[in-house]
């Protein structure tokens, strides 16, 4: 029988810090594909022991970001493009899932922040922001997302989309030329408004199927160029 009196433990362990930030640095390219990856160098650098080190390089190798060769090296995985291209349908469609969940959730607030969140993409693609334009639209869809209150889908989609953002920074340069996006949004938008929630589960299909195909143009644009 457990203890009558009990702590509750911090969600965010050091185990949990450690992998999330090595995670982070292998999504925005700080560690790019091919860098080595010497657990005492990173426990060093992160004031931590070796082991969670150990612990989060094993679990980014099963998420195949990392690679090892045993007794030899332990490495950056590289950047297959084409996972991407496998990457994009799976994610779209869960997304025209999510709206199914939502559209029990769905409140004027919520349509509220979408469009503010909308104004502030459009804003950064004007200043020609990659950065923050790139966060605003993760946030837009972020939004629909949470609200499907689905923690499995959530969760799935979380996982896919942080091995396609390492895609979208190794290859695509962030995310300008993409102004049709926020018109796309709109049309998301819009279908909420009326309660459509069919439509809005196809526009969302739509907005990313075009996403798909502009930032694949632009990066063939940019190897040709070179």
């Known amino acids: 029988m457990l203890p009558k009196s009990t702590t509750k433990v911090k969600r965010t362990s050091i185990r949990e810090q450690v992998y ?4 982070e640095w292998i999504i925005s390219g700080e560690l790019k594909p091919g860098d080595k990856l010497k657990d005492q160098q990173l426990a060093d650098a992160m004031g931590a022991s070796r082991t969670p080190i150990r612990e989060a390089l094993l679990r980014l190798e099963e998420e195949g970001m990392v690679q090892t060769k045993a007794n030899s090296w332990t490495q950056v995985a590289p950047v297959d493009i084409y996972q991407a291209h496998r990457l994009y349908p ?5 997304e025209k899932l999510a709206v199914s969940f939502a559209k029990a959730n769905i409140k004027p607030e919520h349509i509220r922040q979408l469009d503010t969140i909308n104004e502030e993409l459009e804003r950064a693609l004007k ?3 990659a950065l923050e334009a790139q966060q605003c639209d993760a946030r837009f869809h972020q939004v629909i ?3 499907s209150a689905n923690e499995e889908l959530i969760s799935v ?6 091995k396609l953002r390492r895609y979208e920074v190794t290859y695509f340069k962030g995310f300008l030329g993409a102004e049709q996006s926020v018109e796309e949004h709109k049309k998301i938008i819009g279908a909420l408004k009326e309660e459509d929630f069919a439509a809005a589960a196809e526009f969302i299909e739509s907005n990313w199927t075009n996403s798909f195909r502009r930032r694949f143009a632009a990066s063939e644009t940019e190897e040709t160029e070179i």
């Open 127 to 129: 200043q020609e922001n």
């Open 20 to 23: 999330l930030q090595i995670q």
């Open 157 to 162: 989609l979380d996982g896919l989309k942080k």
């Open 145 to 147: 997302i949470d609200l």
């Open 90 to 94: 799976i994610i779209q469609s869960l």
